[in-house]
Every structure is written in structure tokens, then in C-alpha cells.
């Protein structure tokens, strides 16, 4: 089923400056649009036709950044006129475009932007910026926080991060306003493009900058020929991932369990379907499964109920 959902993210991903109906995705697809349906509110919070209206609006958000004229983005995304685009967008932000430009100062100035990191020193408060909002978790991904120190080389280390900026800078972007960083996403090159320390200040959470950084790291990682988007995610950022089309792997893993067990266990506590095994070191029990997002009580499921396990959900999009 996640694979049926993938095809129909990419379908949409792909034709979203058309006028899209779950009759043509389901014909693409060769299901009735029925079942396209069913299956799409497994793992979105919003049904099919929501969605699409609603990631029309996201990358119009986006190419508003830009300094786009809001009549030619209302034509690019199939509105023959501005007023159905007008009230589209204001159905998802609560106001008009018109006012989402002049509140956010994009259209004299372009004091908000969007784009890559240009600079060490961009980089290093880009870093500034991820520590800060990451400061109660301690921006510990992977047991490492960022290393300050110069000289440091592992993961996380500011050597890491600058290593990974010249390989690739047009993935580490960046959104600023009047020149001070609000929002960030770290595209990293690893098969995928994976995303480090994303997320925007909390002044910014309702004004579309978190989905636009997104919007913008699949529209580059896809023009790079990157076959998709992962990130890990903690507690409580199930549903931004579900609402932009991510789908979720999630990681049980034991020391004590054995992973026949531990697919015992998910029988017993959702039945997902299984996608992936591994014995992590030799005596990490690792078990990968297909679970919504929207099903938020697997990790305490298996952490709480079970113990002596745990879980790590990873959200990925493909390309």
C-alpha cells in the first residue's frame, strides 16, 4: 500500500500545475478511484482532493518568495482566474495572497528569501540558528550534537557540515529575513538527500517558510537526479511530514528481542508491513516497518508496553 502511495504522491508531484482529479490519478494507476481513496487517508490527514489543493497552494507559497507576480503563479497552477486562486490560498493561510506578500514584505525588497547557504559565515549562523532551536534536544541526531570546536572531524562537527556545503551548497538552504535566518534545511548527499536540524522560528510556523524550505529542497534534489528526501523525525512532527507527503519507516530495534519477535510484536501491535531487517553490530535487533504516520502510538506501543526496545521513525519522499 506505502508503494501505491508513493506513485500517487509523485503523480501529483509531478502534474501540480494541472487541474488534477482522483478519476485521471486513478486511471493512472490502474485502481478504481474508490480505493485511491481509501488508501490516500491511511497515511494523509487530509483526503485526496484536500491535499492537492492544498500543495498547489504550498508551492505558490513558495514561488512567492521568489518575487513572482501573484497573477502569473495564480495561471501557472491552473486558476484561469485570480479570484478562485485568491480563495483558494486564503482557505489554506486564513488571508489573502495579496496580504501573505505585503505581511511577509516579498513584493518591495524581497526582504524574505529563500536559497542556498553562500558562505562560510552564513553556514556558521545557519549552525547558530539550529543549535538554538534545537537547544532542549541538544540537536542530538545520531548521540552527537554539533561540535563547536574547529578542529573536530566527526559526524555533526562544524568541519562536517562545511565539508558537506562544498560538496553540494544548493541543498543547504536557508530562509532569511532582512538578512537574519529564520528557517533552515540541511541537505545532506547520502544516496538520498537527507535533511539535518530543519524547522523555522516560532515567529515563523504560520507563514508557509517551513513548506516552502521544503518545497525547494525536492524541486533541487529532483533537478540533481537525488531519488528522494529521508529524515529522522522526533515525537510531534508526524503531521507536517503526512500534510507535505512524506510516508514513514519506522525502526523498532532491541538488544533484547530477536527480530522474529519483534515482527511477533507488530503483528500483535498493528500488523505493518514489514519492509526491512537487520542485525545492527551483530547485536542490534532491527526491524523496518511501513507504518502510517498518522499512527502515532507505535512508538509508545513498543517502548512502553513492551519495553526493552526502541523506535526511531524516518520520513521519506520519493522523487
Not at 489543493?53 to 484561469?80: F, P, Q, V, W
Not at 552564513?122 to 539550529?130: G, M, N, P, R, T
Not at 522526533?234 to 503531521?239: A, D, K, R, T, V
Request: hydrophobic letters at 40%; proline letters at 2%.
Amino acid at each position: 500500500m506505502a508503494t501505491i502511495y508513493h506513485k500517487i504522491i509523485q503523480y501529483v508531484d509531478t502534474n501540480i500545475k494541472e487541474t488534477i482529479s482522483i478519476e485521471e490519478i486513478a486511471a493512472e494507476l490502474g485502481y478504481s478511484a474508490n480505493h485511491v481513496y481509501k488508501l490516500f487517508k491511511l497515511y494523509s490527514p487530509y483526503p485526496i482532493m484536500e491535499y492537492i489543493r492544498r500543495m498547489k497552494m504550498y508551492h505558490a507559497a513558495n514561488e512567492m518568495y521568489t518575487g513572482k507576480s501573484l497573477y502569473n503563479i495564480a495561471l501557472d497552477y491552473g486558476y484561469e482566474t485570480p479570484a478562485g486562486f485568491y480563495k483558494a490560498f486564503k482557505n489554506i493561510f486564513a488571508c489573502p495572497p495579496s496580504e501573505f506578500q505585503k505581511n511577509n514584505k516579498m513584493k518591495e525588497g524581497f526582504a524574505m528569501i529563500i536559497d542556498n547557504i553562500k558562505n562560510i559565515e552564513e553556514l556558521d549562523a545557519a549552525l547558530a540558528f539550529a543549535k538554538e532551536l534545537y537547544k532542549e534536544l541538544k540537536w542530538d541526531f545520531g548521540g552527537e550534537g554539533i561540535i563547536d570546536d574547529e578542529n573536530a572531524k566527526g559526524k555533526f562537527s562544524r568541519q562536517f557540515f562545511i565539508d558537506h556545503w562544498k560538496k553540494n551548497p544548493s541543498l543547504m538552504l536557508c530562509a532569511k529575513e532582512n538578512g537574519k535566518i529564520c528557517g533552515i534545511a540541511l541537505g545532506l548527499e547520502d544516496g538520498y538527500v537527507t535533511v539535518e536540524g530543519d524547522g523555522v522560528a516560532e515567529d515563523y510556523k504560520n507563514k508557509a517558510v517551513h513548506e516552502a524550505l521544503f518545497i525547494e529542497m525536492e524541486k533541487r534534489a529532483k533537478a540533481l537526479g537525488f531519488p528522494g528526501i529521508a529524515l529522522g523525525i522526533s515525537e510531534s512532527q508526524e503531521e507536517f511530514y503526512a500534510k507535505m507527503g512524506y510516508i514513514g519507516k519506522t525502526l523498532i530495534q532491541s538488544e533484547k528481542y530477536r527480530v522474529d519477535e519483534l515482527k511477533a510484536f507488530n503483528v500483535q501491535y498493528g500488523n505493518h508491513e514489514v519492509v526491512g531487517t537487520n542485525v545492527y553490530e551483530g547485536y542490534i535487533n532491527q526491524l523496518w516497518v511501513a507504518a502510517s504516520l498518522l499512527d502515532k502510538g507505535l512508538k509508545k506501543r513498543f517502548e512502553e508496553e513492551i519495553g526493552d526496545c526502541w523506535v526511531q521513525v524516518i520520513v521519506m519522499k520519493e522523487l
